[in-house]
C-alpha cells in the first residue's frame, strides 16, 4: 500500500506507476505527484505516459580476448561446410592451432567453446542450411489426408523370379491401405492403383493425397521447391476424382513428410512376401492381396489403442462419394501396320491382320496391366 509520505519499500515500479496514474486521473498535479510519491518529475511523466515501466537498458557488451581471432575461427568454420564430415575442426583442435599458428593467450578452453556454440548454428544459416531439424508428431483428421507411394517386390511368377511394382494408398488417420501390384510403375498403373484403392475404400480423401516426384504424375519438379509441372493425364485424373495433391520436398529433406506410406510398404514386403509368393499370373497375386488387406484391418498400429478396422469405421463415412462416370486409365495409340502385319506400342510388338498392312489403326488396347492379361483388340481407322 502505497502511503503519502513516501513509497513504502517492496513496492515495484508497476505498481507505482499505477498508483502515480490513479491520483492524476483524479486532478493531482505533476508537482504534487513529486512531492506524494517522493519521485522526480521524469519518473511521473514517464508513468502518465505509459502504464507499462520501459526495460531497462542493457548494459554494454563487455569486449573478449577471443573477438581478436573470431574472423579466423568464423572462416575455419565456413571451410568445413565443405570438408568430409569426419575430417572437420573439433573445438580441440580450433584451440590447439589458435595457440600454435595465431598466438592466442589468455583465452581459456571454455571461453571457446562457447563462442563455437553460438556461431556455428549462425554460420550454418548463413550458408542456407538448417542447424538442427525438428519434428512434430503429426496428426490427422479423418477422411482429410492419404499417402501413395510404390516399392518393388520380387515374387515367383510362373516359377520364375520377377521383379513387380507394389502400389500403396493409405489413409492417414485410420492406417487402413489398399495395394495393387503391377508389372510396372506407369502410368497407367499409377491410375489404376488410385481406382482400386477408391472402390476399395468405398470413397476419396476429402482433403490431400500426398506424392513424392513420381514421373507418372510430375514431368519436371520447378526448382527445389514443392512447385511441380504436373502431366496433363494426372490433373485431369484428380479433376475427375476431386483431390488435390501435395508433392513433398526432393530428395532426403521430404522422405519424413509421409513417412507413413513408406513404412507401410516395408512392413507389407516383411509380412505378406516373405517367402516370396509363388503365383501363375498377377491377377492370382492380387487377389491375395486383396483379403490380406482385410486381415490388415485386425492389426493396432504401435501404440495406438483401437485396430485399423475400428479407426477406418469412424473414417469411412467422412470420404467423398466416388463419382458415378467411370475415367479410362488406359492409353490409346493409333500406330501404323509395319509389312510384318503387326503395330508396335510401347517397343512390344502385336499381330494384326494381314490386310491391315500399311493401314494406321487404333492400337491393341492392354486392358488390365495389373492383372497380368493382355488381350488384344484392334479396329480400322
Known sequence: MLHEESLVSGVSKVELYAAIRRDAHRGMSQRALTQKYNVGQKTVKQALANAWPSPRKPYPKRGSKIDDHS????????????????????V?????????????????????????????????????????DAFVPQTHLPAMEAEVDFGDVHVKLRGELTKLTLFCLRLSYSGKAAHRIAATGGQEAFFEGHTHAFRVLGGIPVGKIRYDNLKSAVDQVIGFSRLREEAERWTAFRSHYGFDAFYCQPGIQGAHEKGGVEGQIGWYRRNHLVPLPEVDSIAELNAMID?????????????????IGEYFAIEQP?????????????????????????????????????????????ASEIVSGLTGEYPARERRA
Open 92 to 132: 580441440t583442435r580450433l584451440f590447439d592451432r589458435l595457440v600454435k599458428e595465431q598466438g592466442m593467450s589468455g583465452v581459456s578452453y571454455d571461453t571457446l567453446r562457447r563462442y563455437v556454440a553460438t556461431r556455428k548454428p549462425q554460420i550454418l544459416r548463413e550458408a542456407g542450411r538448417s542447424p538442427s
Open 318 to 362: 467422412h470420404l467423398a462419394s466416388l463419382p458415378e462416370d467411370h475415367f479410362e486409365t488406359g492409353r490409346w495409340f493409333n500406330p501404323r501396320v509395319d509389312r510384318y502385319a503387326q503395330v508396335s506400342v510401347r517397343m512390344n510388338k502385336y499381330s494384326v491382320p494381314a490386310h491391315l498392312i500399311g493401314r494406321q489403326c487404333y
Open 71 to 90: 574472423s579466423w575461427i568464423d572462416e575455419v568454420l565456413r571451410n568445413d561446410l565443405t570438408a568430409p564430415r569426419k575430417q572437420r575442426h573439433t
Open 291 to 307: 483379403a490380406w488387406d482385410v486381415e490388415d484391418e485386425q492389426r493396432r498400429i504401435g501404440s495406438r489403442p483401437h485396430t
